[in-house]
């Protein structure tokens, strides 16, 4: 593709995952878990669901009898293959390239000469699946999955382009795009998408192409959203109007990652000012404390202010990785530290849950408590959380780093290698070592090719500073008097605080040195008085990681008669050979037992264990809760 001039863009660039080498022991042997074992066993059961097939079913090429349950199942091939791309940026996997090479020829007899690419519909337009039409484009139901797709299938085909400079995707994707800009616009088919996503695609498209129709058209999808439409899938209002996140969070957070996009690249303050107001109102009255969205259920959505379940809640694995997407954005557009501290919750907690420590099972919902019976499953009849979460992992370099004109901002602490250039193209190399998340030293080096002035600002999570989220809905029990430090080559340097960064402004010689120290103490979390769900409740924090506890580590009946006084004295050590590596925190706790006359409770002093959110459900089945007692009048 050609060079060409963007006129507008995000105030920030993130530091591309490919950049970015990860070393440690947390990401790193998760991201090659990812490669090795879950990106295959994702092909293999794609395979033995007629994921892939279904393709030469539609191009006529096959006559087996497969079935097409609902008309997104395109998608999660897409979804995977972008996850290979992402691979392929950093490291040869010929066996693998060339299995997806061959994917890409069978999708490619499935489209139509005219662009048109739709399998589900394809197969027997006569009979399409649930929330398909027997015609192009014909939105049925709010649930229409046409343009999701296709989003999908863009994104896919960008990230393969740039891995491995073959055009065989994108020329599919370019097809396609052509087409959907030929039939939507104004004064043309002017609905909207039923589900949000093929506006993220199409400004990938954009921005790889140049072509600036589909930026336009990215715009007009929004744009042609409401009003009076459902707030399922936020068309109840037009998006520059919108104030509180409703409807289907998944939805949500890709349109929010999409109207930024397009907000940067347009310049378009109407929408910085819808998204200002929606961001306010998750993570003031919608966020849960392990960065999960959607309290509903029923519609795998946000639920009213301040009403946050922990049992029968959702959080499903792939909002999580939108808000992700969404809170990233933000911190582009704005270098608040604020995003980053939303961001990182989200993926040390709401996250990772999401998928076993062997790679092989996923949880579509994430709860904050169960009562036994519930666990990750290896495959499900709607597959978008696994096949979104083998797209996600290998993109987490991403997220470490970002740079503004002569300002490096370190967002992430995970030891690393990175390269990157400034303004001036004096290359830099960055080392970060550290034992994140399980210790708070971390230790810079900085090695510029040339001496040279510039700014390396350094993240003071909210969490160091007696603030869980940035807003008052989560507070700390107790109050952190631990000072961070932060000294370069030796020397102790002042904090100079700028939107929640350290920023150290010098000449940078070769070997150079940072030591930031982040005191990790197990903190107590209580609830703002609205969230009904944790009266009287309390969680357990150390540094970024949200604990849980189980009752295979506590040996009670029911974890929820576990009661955690203010004053009961709390430690924490490392369990090499527990759960592959964790911090466990270990106390005196109380046991309600509960006899008949109700009036009399009784209270049991013993040992307990909590263990990080994410790593719960691997020992079989039993009960499990992240808020714990405090307060006994609220026992039942």
């Known amino acids: 593709m050609g060079v060409f001039l963007i006129e507008h863009d995000y105030m920030i660039k993130p530091v591309l995952f490919n950049k970015v080498k990860i070393r440690d022991n947390f990401w790193a042997p998760r991201i090659e878990t990812n490669h090795k074992i879950t990106i295959p066993y994702l092909f293999e059961k794609s395979e033995e669901n007629g994921r892939i097939d279904l393709f030469l079913k539609a191009a006529g090429t096959i006559v087996d009898d497969i079935k097409i349950n609902m008309t997104f199942e395109d998608s999660d091939v897409y979804k995977i293959i972008e996850g290979v791309a992402y691979i392929l940026s950093k490291e040869s996997d010929p066996k693998l390239e060339r299995y997806v090479d061959d994917i890409i020829k069978k999708i490619a007899a499935a489209q139509e000469k005219d662009g048109y690419l739709f399998p589900a519909r394809a197969i027997n337009p006569e009979k399409p699946p649930i929330f398909a039409g027997k015609k192009r484009w014909e939105k049925v139901t709010e649930l229409s999955h046409e343009l999701y797709n296709m989003g999908h299938l863009y994104e896919s085909a960008v990230a393969y382009y740039q891995a491995t400079n073959k055009r065989n995707l994108l020329d599919i994707a370019i097809k396609n795009a052509n087409l959907v800009d030929e039939v939507f616009g104004p004064g043309k088919n002017e609905d909207y998408p039923g589900h949000q996503e093929i506006e993220i695609g199409l400004v990938r498209l954009y921005r790889v192409t140049g072509n600036e129709k589909y930026l336009k058209l990215a715009k007009f999808l929004l744009d ?95 909002a999580a990785i939108g808000n992700i997407f969404w809170n990233h954005r933000m911190f582009l557009l704005y270098g608040d530290v604020k995003y980053i501290d939303v961001l990182e919750r989200t993926l040390y907690n709401g996250f990772l849950s999401g998928i076993s420590l062997d790679g092989k099972s996923f949880f579509y919902p994430n709860p904050l408590a169960s009562k036994g019976k519930y666990g990750r499953s290896g495959w499900f009849f709607v597959t978008c959380c696994p096949t979104n979460i083998v797209r996600f992992i290998p993109s987490i370099p991403g997220f470490i780093y970002a740079q503004k004109n002569k300002t490096i901002f370190v967002n992430l602490f995970v030891s690393n290698e990175a390269t990157m250039s400034l303004d001036t193209e004096n290359k830099i190399n960055i080392t970060q070592e550290s034992k994140y998340p399980w210790e708070g030293v971390v230790r810079i080096k900085i090695n510029p090719e040339k001496n040279e002035e510039f700014t390396i600002a350094i993240r003071i999570p909210g969490w160091i500073q007696n603030q869980p989220v940035p807003s008052d809905l989560y507070a700390y029990l107790d109050k952190n008097d631990s000072k961070v430090s932060l000294s370069v080559n030796g020397e102790l340097k002042d904090l100079i605080i700028e939107k929640g ?133 609220v026992f039942k």
Request: with cysteine; charged share 25%.
């Open 224 to 318: 042609t959203r409401g009003p009076n439409g459902a707030k399922y899938n936020q068309a109840h209002k037009k998006v520059i109007d919108q104030d509180e996140a409703v409807g289907h969070a998944v939805r949500a957070t890709y349109m929010y990652s999409g109207m930024a996009d397009v907000a940067a690249l347009t310049n378009n303050k109407d929408y910085l000012k819808a998204l200002d107001r929606i961001w306010n109102n998750v993570v003031s009255k919608k966020l849960y404390i392990t960065g999960g969205i959607g309290a509903k259920r029923s519609e795998e959505a946000f639920g009213p202010n301040y009403k946050l379940p922990n049992l029968k809640t959702y959080c499903e694995t792939c």
């Open 501 to 633: 960064f350290a920023q150290i402004q010098r000449k940078w010689n070769k070997g150079d040195e940072i030591e930031l120290i982040l005191p990790m103490q197990i903190r107590r979390v209580i609830s703002h008085a609205k969230v009904k769900a944790n009266a009287g409740m309390v969680a357990l924090e150390r540094g970024p990681i949200v604990y849980c506890v189980e009752s295979v580590d506590n040996k009670v009946e029911h974890v929820f008669n576990l009661l955690l006084d203010d004053n009961a004295e709390l430690n924490s050590e490392y369990h090499k050979d527990m759960l592959n590596g964790i911090v466990v925190i270990k106390g005196t706790i109380h046991y309600i037992e509960h006899p008949e006359d109700k009036n009399k409770l009784i209270k049991k002093e013993k040992d307990f264990l909590a263990i990080p959110y994410y790593a719960w459900a691997h020992r079989g089945d039993g009960e499990m809760t992240v808020w714990m007692l405090r307060d006994l009048k």
